[in-house]
């Protein structure tokens, strides 16, 4: 039933090693965000795609990518994580063709980095 | 811009009783608002939402929050906390439902047994 899926829940990745994390739906939107919580903080957006427009936040560091190759799948790439970036990672999934509806959370992977 | 204010980072109420999360809103176009409940290291769940529609809006697990514009506010109350509701709660604003969404820094709730 689950309709945004995170893999993995959890990931631990060494100072500085490149670290891939997936998201993938099953709904169809059109419109997926990755959204960074870290510890006792509100969610923050770091960059969404719609459809195949990438749209990045002016303030996620350089370090963050991202990549959708196909509507059901969207990676997000730390290509050098620092201690810093250690949090929770939400990808969410929305339909901007529709009125009166909401984004639909995954349940997170959360990231050590040691 | 748009933005959330949450007032009271951590709420304590003892069960059965009401409990009440402020949530206080700026957006220089109508806003759509949004309550979320996250439970240790777990992703957000929708408790409910406003569109424009009913002021007054009834959520899941008996929540419901009312739109006040002239306050700018979007308070969540339920009228008797039970021990499964102590978890994080987050209030967060879009121009559009599913548009991406600016969140208020959350609230979390203990239950006092």
């Known amino acids: 039933d689950a309709m945004v899926i995170q893999n993995p829940r959890y990931q631990v990745t060494q100072f500085g090693k490149p670290v891939t994390l997936s998201c993938s739906q099953t709904?169809?939107?059109?419109?997926m965000y990755w959204y960074q919580q870290k510890s006792s903080q509100a969610p923050k957006l770091l960059f969404h795609y719609y459809d195949k427009d990438f749209n990045n936040e002016a303030d996620t560091p350089d370090n963050f990518q991202s990549r959708r190759p196909n509507t059901s799948f969207c990676f997000l790439d730390i290509r050098s994580p620092g201690l810093g970036d250690a949090a929770m990672y939400l990808c969410?999934?929305?339909?901007?063709?529709?009125?009166?509806?909401?984004?639909?959370f995954g349940q997170g992977t959360r990231l050590t980095v040691v | 811009a748009q933005s959330v204010t949450q007032l009271g980072s951590h709420v304590s109420v003892s069960e059965g009783a009401l409990v009440l999360l402020r949530c206080n809103y700026s957006s220089s176009v109508p806003p759509y608002l949004f309550w979320y409940v996250q439970y240790p290291n777990q992703g957000l769940q929708l408790l409910l939402k406003y569109t424009s529609a009913a002021t007054l809006v009834k959520g899941i697990n008996g929540f419901e929050a009312e739109f006040k514009k002239s306050e700018t506010s979007f308070h969540l109350t339920k009228p008797s906390a039970h021990m499964s509701d102590a978890a994080e709660y987050f209030c967060a604003v879009s121009n559009f439902g599913n548009e991406k969404l600016t969140f208020g820094t959350g609230t979390r709730l203990t239950i006092i047994p």
């Open positions: 709904l169809n939107h059109n419109v």
């Open positions: 969410a999934t929305g339909d901007l063709g529709l009125v009166d509806t909401e984004a639909f």
